[in-house]
Structures are given as structure tokens and as C-alpha cells.
């Protein structure tokens, strides 16, 4: 691959993910992608609305004479939270799950809390053993790898199978979504279901034994969780036509949600991980994705997304507050983490990983997994 700049003349994405490809008239390979999985798995107006009634007519029937007829993990976000919105509105049943790995900022805590109580929702919080989780992060720092955020999704995907499997749920409602997440580089993030990478990793690196830490391996997750136990994961925004501003909008309106200014920066780690350690050590900015993704969905025009990308991610005071904040958790010295910073990054796939049996499990899947 050419050395040269170059970015996408339709999106903002460019050659800092070093497997992007340009096509006619230096479009990119994310936009034509997104063309395409859109066209299979998006869906609006009135069709998206009867499709999703069917859905949730299925979800009300399948928690008869139970407490709870779906689950739902609550970050805090925009996405889970207007999720949970039309959950309610809709009369489902959500359990909803919030995992606090340490990291949550006061601002998370506060709209939780309202999202909680002004929806009436059971909250399920699954407190992370500090200790143990320490010193996972700490073993993916000094793996080198980019994805060390794939430790907390990977213990809320966990919590979430393990306790809809104990109160008999079958269905998950999910705040991933096309219009808002269609575009991330596969080189910018790790799968989260790769328990064996967490725990190659972990038995390098790591101090601690991993006693309590939630995992899902990859076969539990497709073989037990989908396959035997049938239970369904419903990406709920896919089937609106979702506009992230106008969801906001209701959300500050009916539930008090407070902005937190950029993508998942309602953590604290997330923050300082996305808007320093990924541009800083990896070169990495995950808002040309996240902006990408709304030119692609029509939300925002691309001079828009030009304009917004030249904004510091960071405002310097918080930057220099998170910095001290995150690297006095962890035990990171000021060098140390310079160092750390400065070191050349490592593939996940440097260590172990289940990936060949995670493809050959996912087309199994997709083979016996009859819509339900």
C-alpha cells in the first residue's frame, strides 16, 4: 500500500486505517459497505414499523407470566437510552443491566439514574471486581494491543446471556446500530466474544487470577446462548428512522439526559482511551468513523463532518484531570505510560485467539438459526 494520504471522497475516512481501499471516483470501501449491509438489514417507515411491532409482539408473547420479557444493557448513552424509551413506550418489559467497571463518570451515574427512575425500570448493576479488572487493563497495555476496551464489552455481553438464561428471556434488545455504528475498521478493534485473546493475554501479563471477571466464550455465546437456548439479539434503532440528534432531543425532554459531548465519553477510561491513547499511540481517531457513519446514514453533510473533525476531541483541562486521574487507578507512572505510549503496537492475533473457530461457528449459525 501507498505511503501517500488519502481520504474517502464521499465519507472522512482515510489512510489511517491501513486496510482501506478507494474505488471509483475515490469512494471508499467503508461507504460501499455500508451501501450494502443498509440495504440488507435497515429498515424504515412503514415496513421498519411493522417489522418491529412483529418483533415486539413476539418479546410480549415469549415473557408471558414471567417478570421480564427482554434485557437490555444500560450504559447511559444515547443509543441504550432511547432504546429503553421505546422499550417502555412500546409496554415491554426491559431488565435493565448496567455494568460498572470503575470507570463510570458522575454524569453517567446521574442520567442512569434517571433514565431508571422516570421510566420505572428494574436496574440490574453488576459491580466488577476492581482488583481483577486492574489488572486485566493493566495486562493490555502491556500486550500492546488497541483494543483494550473489548474487557468491558465483554463483560456486559456476558452478564447480559448469563442472566436472561436465568430468568428465562429469550430476547436481548440491543443499542447497536447501522445509522449511527455502520463504520469501524475490523484493524481499529478486536472481536469482543475472543475470550481465548482475553486470556492469552491476561496469563502473559497478568498478576491476578480471573475468578469473577463475566465471560462468554465464543462457543457458549453461538452454540448454547443462539442455537440451543434460541435466544435472539434485536438491534431495535435498525428498524426506525433513527436520528441521533432528534434522539437526544426526546431523551433530554422526557428523561432529563444530559450530553455528554462526543461517543461513549459517559466513561471516564473511554474518554481518555478514544480522545488520547488511540490518536497518541495508534493514530487512531474513532470519530472519522463515527462521522462517516452519519454522512453515510444522511444525518450530517460531509462538510459538516470536516468541520467537526478539526475540533479538538479533548478539552485540555479534562484531558490533563483524566490523564492523572487514569494513570494514578491504574498504578502508571509518568514515564512508564510515556514509554508505553512511544512502544510499537502489537496485533491481537500476536497472541492466542479463536477466530477460525468463531468462523466456522458463526456459518453453523447462520445455517441452523431459523428466524423466530
Known sequence: MSNEYKVCTRCIMDTTDPEIKFGDKGVCNHCRQYNITA?????????????????????????????YDCIMGLSGGVDSTYVAYIAKKQGLRPLAVHLDNGWNSELAVKN???????????????????????????????????????????AITAILY???????????????????EGIMPTSWTHRKSDLRNIKAIHNRYGKEQMKSFPTASTFQIYFWYLLIKRMKSIR?????????EMAMSIIEKELGWKSYGIKHYESIFTRFYQGF?????????????????????????????????????YDHEVLASDKDFVLKKLGFGEKQFEEYVKSKPKAHFDYGSDEYFFKVLRVLSEILYTKT
Open 162 to 180: 448469563r442472566l436472561a438464561s436465568k430468568h428465562g428471556i429469550k430476547y436481548i434488545l440491543s443499542g447497536s446500530n447501522m445509522a449511527t
Open 236 to 244: 431495535v434503532l435498525d428498524y426506525i428512522d433513527y436520528n441521533k
Open 277 to 313: 491513547i488511540l490518536p497518541s499511540k495508534f493514530d487512531v481517531d474513532k470519530r472519522k468513523a463515527h462521522l462517516s457513519t452519519l454522512i453515510c446514514s444522511g444525518q450530517i453533510s460531509r462538510a459538516e463532518a470536516l468541520k467537526e473533525i478539526k475540533k479538538n476531541a
Open 39 to 67: 440495504k440488507k438489514y435497515l429498515f424504515s417507515g412503514k415496513d421498519g414499523e411493522r417489522r418491529l411491532q412483529d418483533l415486539f409482539l413476539k418479546v410480549r408473547q415469549s415473557g408471558m407470566n414471567k417478570p
Open 112 to 154: 442512569i439514574e434517571n433514565i431508571v427512575r422516570k421510566l420505572d425500570l428494574d436496574l440490574y448493576t453488576h459491580v466488577i471486581d476492581w482488583v481483577e479488572f486492574r489488572d486485566l487493563q493493566i495486562s493490555f497495555f502491556k500486550a500492546g494491543v488497541i483494543d483494550i476496551e473489548m474487557l468491558t464489552d465483554h
